[in-house]
């Protein structure tokens, strides 16, 4: 009887073992599987899909769906800004600008009387230095820039007056607020407010906005004038060499860093996405533009 039981049992065994192998080798799939169903196909994986796709456009919030927008979230996107601007890498830069202004000190005096003699650029040029780079003329091209991308409906000029505006809001700020600390006398005597040179500051924060939407091609164009104005202004023996250099750097950082805000949020550059489109899965190379 025992043994009858022992036979019975590596019978049942032996069963159940077939009924799991079996199926390995079937060429004829299950009934339900993906593959017997009509009208599909096998998953197939996808290993990188590559498209180009038409940049989306920015949301309402925030900022970029129109005037009403930009100026309601205008004092956010400056607190925003600032902070990215002076974070603790720019705040390195910074200083160490100051200290390259230091040493400068000392060559101030001499640079200003080869300008006053030999005035290289001419009074023509020298007129024409200041006034590209005033704030009027500045904040002026930057609020022309916003309204003819909200005529044209292109939300990458929109981003550029925004950029532009931002930054020479920031920028303008703070070097109020240093002229003021600081107490510089300007190099002809008029009033105190020589450090940094405002015109050096917006005309470098608007080419730097620039080269964040657009590249260094278009922006080269503006690096140059904002270098031809500071050398101006130090012609015209309002602001020493040293305060237009410090001007400059910070304009760059500032212009610079609330470009690359803008930037992230209206998805220029390419993006690398997961991919599922029915049977289809993988990841996606996403070009915005």
């Known amino acids: 009887m025992g043994s009858w039981l022992d036979k019975k049992g590596r ?89 390259e202004t230091g040493a400068l000190l000392t060559a101030d005096d001499d640079i200003r009387e080869y300008f006053r003699e030999e005035r290289p650029i001419g009074r023509t040029a020298e007129d024409a230095g200041t006034t590209l780079g005033s704030p009027e003329v500045l904040f002026g091209l930057a609020g022309a820039t916003f309204l003819l991308g909200e005529i044209t409906k292109s939300p990458r000029i929109r981003a550029q007056g925004e950029t532009a505006l931002e930054s020479l809001a920031i920028v303008g700020t703070v070097t109020a607020l240093l002229k003021v ?38 922006s080269i164009p503006a690096f140059l004038t904002a270098t031809f104005t500071s050398v101006a202004r130090v012609q015209e023996d309002k602001h020493f060499l040293s305060d237009t250099i410090f001007g400059g750097v910070l304009g760059t950082i500032v212009g610079l860093a609330v470009g690359k805000l803008h930037k992230a949020k209206n998805g220029w550059g390419v993006l690398v996405v997961p991919h599922v489109k029915g049977d289809e899965y993988g990841m996606r190379l996403s070009f915005r533009f």
């Open 181 to 218: 600390t600081t107490q510089r006398e300007r190099p002809d005597g008029s009033n105190s407010l020589s450090f940094p040179s405002l015109h050096a500051a917006g005309s470098f924060a608007a080419a730097a906005s620039l080269y964040e939407t657009y590249g260094l091609r278009v």
């Open 11 to 99: 019978a049942v065994r032996l069963l159940s073992l077939l009924l799991c192998v079996l199926p390995i080798f079937s060429t004829k799939p299950a009934p339900g599987a993906e593959g017997d169903l009509p009208g599909r196909e096998p998953l197939r994986p996808i290993a990188v899909r590559a498209e180009k796709e038409p940049a989306a456009s920015p949301k309402p919030n925030p900022g970029g769906g129109g005037l009403s927008d930009f100026i309601e979230f205008f004092p956010r996107h400056l607190l925003k800004g600032a902070r990215e601007s002076f974070s603790l890498k720019n705040l390195v830069i910074l200083a160490l600008a100051g200290a």
